[in-house]
């Protein structure tokens, strides 16, 4: 078993999509073991974000993950890491709706910056952005 952190994005949290998001990783047979919304500060955003620091969209990012609360959760399964990643579908959501039309972010996303949801990428990423969401306390 393995657990990954996804968060939704203001821009889909904005649309009503989280109750559809959170359903299709249980429909795919992940369990929740820990959830809550929030907005992040600009400074926790950042942080959240460190390994882009020298990217060009940095500044875009961060300013749209602050821009309205975000929903995060952890979820639990084999092999989380690497099927959340699918489920979710390629960064850009234009891309994703040419080559995974089923994927979350072909469905809720609308570009390569507002793309619905983030998921870990690693078992190194999940290892700094599960604690850095919650804390010991607030996952089952
Ligand atoms: P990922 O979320 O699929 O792992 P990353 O390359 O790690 O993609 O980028 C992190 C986030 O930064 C993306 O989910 C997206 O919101 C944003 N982003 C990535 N590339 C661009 C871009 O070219 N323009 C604007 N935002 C971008
Ligand atoms: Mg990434």
Do not use: C, W
């Not at 393995?2 to 889909?12: S, V």
């Not at 994703?96 to 990423?125: C, Q, V, W, Y």
């Amino acid at each position: 078993m393995e657990r990954t952190l996804i968060i939704i994005k203001p821009d889909a949290v904005e649309k009503g999509a989280v109750g559809k998001i959170l359903d299709r990783f249980i429909e795919e047979g992940f369990e929740i073991k820990a959830l809550k919304m929030f907005r992040f500060t600009e400074d926790q955003a950042k942080r959240f974000y460190i390994v882009h620091k020298e990217r060009p969209f940095y500044r875009e990012l961060v300013d749209f993950m602050t821009s309205g609360p975000v929903v995060a959760a952890v979820l639990e399964g084999e092999d989380a890491i690497r099927r959340v990643r699918e489920i979710i579908g390629p960064t850009d959501s234009e891309e994703a709706r040419r080559t995974a039309p089923s994927s979350i972010r072909a469905l809720f996303g609308t570009d390569k910056g507002r793309n619905a949801i983030h998921a870990s990428d690693s078992k190194e990423s999940a290892d700094y952005e599960i604690p850095f969401i919650f804390s010991e306390l607030e996952i089952l």
